[in-house]
């Protein structure tokens, strides 16, 4: 018996890491593999709202509403306050023909009220309007000067023309990265794909990325103590790191002006990436 | 940590992989606990950075993994392939023309001795 939880213990997944991967596959469209994921994750921790949370939208993707429904309304049983759950839950409501019946009802309900409440909030809509059309008059009874300061209008232009020259320049530079994942992620095996620049600002495709955020301090950390490694043992620059962990394969690629981030399933199109990968960087 | 005397042996068998320079079974407080190999670079310096890289690592995965967790690290003058276990680390440190792919095959089948051997 100890040796069977032992042995799910060794298989459990951390919950930053389970979850993070769970959602990653099913972003990716990999239902199956995230309702396996949390279901093994859920063993070692039965309250893992975010694993829960997971598990009900693939139940969603699966068709499975009643499901979820059931999982969603247990889970906020337990958390109240759980706003994800709440607007999932809804979401649900609103798929399932019986309670899209009841909400109907509702609304006509609250139809009946409103009915009685549109001549108050007309008057108040009303007494708003006065409102405004005096204040309007105000404004115009002011000279021009004061409505329009002459300096503060030269100095805004060219800050206008400079900050939409950067923006420009920040797109451009963002659509040339998005070009680049777009094509990494057509490799054998890669699962995702996202970068870092300079500047700390993450480019990513938004239908293809989890929650990178949770794993931004593994990624990170471990960036940072091998780079640090590297000068102290004078090894040369660091290239590639490849971390193997039981559920798939991160590879970080250090380039000068930015970081690039992979996940794989597997470890067996590392040389594939390696040859690759330096084409489609540059 | 009680070492058994076949450990020796089976770190000569990583040792005879093609430009493999050193293999090194070390604590997670950077104590080397068994070397083997050239040193090319301080052995001691070796495992305190790789106690720090296991330090980050722990701070963000399980500390019980079956296969356990292996790092590749490819610097411009060196590999390193570095295997994290609950109470131990293996580290190896090669030239950069390894063949990475068999040397993961021949650890993954020696840890399991490595391990009944610790």
Do not use: W
């Not at chain 1, 949390?38 to 993707?61: D, F, Q």
């Not at chain 1, 490799?187 to 970068?195: A, D, L, P, S, T």
């Amino acid at each position: 018996m100890k040796e069977k939880n032992e042995e799910k213990l060794g298989k459990a997944p951390s919950s930053l890491i389970f979850i993070s991967l769970a959602s990653m596959y099913l972003d990716n469209g990999m239902v199956d593999e995230a309702i396996d994921l949390c279901k093994a994750g859920l063993e070692i921790e039965p309250h893992n709202e975010e694993a829960h949370l997971i598990l009900a939208k693939a139940e969603i993707e699966k068709g499975n509403m009643e499901k979820a429904k059931e999982r969603l309304i247990k889970l906020l049983e337990e958390n109240p306050e759980n706003s994800s759950a709440k607007i999932l839950l809804e979401e649900i409501k609103q798929k399932l023909p019986e309670e899209k019946f009841k909400k109907e009802e509702e609304e006509t309900r609250e139809k009946e009220i409103t009915v009685s409440e549109t001549h108050s909030i007309m008057e108040i809509e009303k007494g708003e309007e006065e409102e405004f059309r005096i204040e309007k008059e105000k404004i115009k009874k002011f000279p021009e000067e004061v409505k329009k300061p002459p300096d503060m209008e030269i100095k805004k232009q060219p800050q206008k023309i400079e900050k939409s020259t950067i923006d420009k320049e920040t797109e451009e530079l963002k659509a040339s990265f998005l070009k680049k994942i777009k094509k990494i992620t057509q490799i054998k095996g890669v699962i995702n794909c996202f970068f870092r620049l300079e500047d700390g600002s993450i480019v990513r495709t938004p239908q293809l990325i989890g929650n990178i955020e949770d794993l931004l301090p593994l990624l990170d950390s471990l960036l940072n103590s091998i780079k640090s490694a590297g000068s102290r043992l004078k090894v040369g620059k660091l290239d590639i790191i490849m971390l193997e962990i039981e559920n798939g394969v991160f590879y970080i690629f250090e380039k000068e002006n930015y970081d690039c981030f992979l996940f794989s399933h597997k470890a067996d199109n590392f040389g594939l990436l390696k040859a690759l990968l330096p084409k489609i960087l540059e | 940590m009680i070492i058994n005397n076949n450990v020796d042996d089976i770190l000569d068998d990583i040792l005879k992989i093609n430009s493999v320079l050193t293999t090194t079974i070390s604590s997670y407080e950077g104590l080397v606990i068994k070397k083997i190999g050239v040193e090319v670079i301080h052995r001691k310096k070796l495992t305190v950075e790789i106690a720090k890289i296991a330090k980050s690592i722990r701070e963000h995965l399980p500390k019980q993994l079956k296969h356990g967790i292996t790092l590749s690290v490819y610097f411009d003058k060196f590999d390193l392939l570095i295997v994290f276990f609950e109470n131990f680390i293996i580290s190896v440190l090669c030239d950069r023309d390894v063949n990475m792919g068999f040397l993961k095959i021949k650890m993954r089948k020696i840890i399991p001795l490595i391990k009944s051997s610790l």
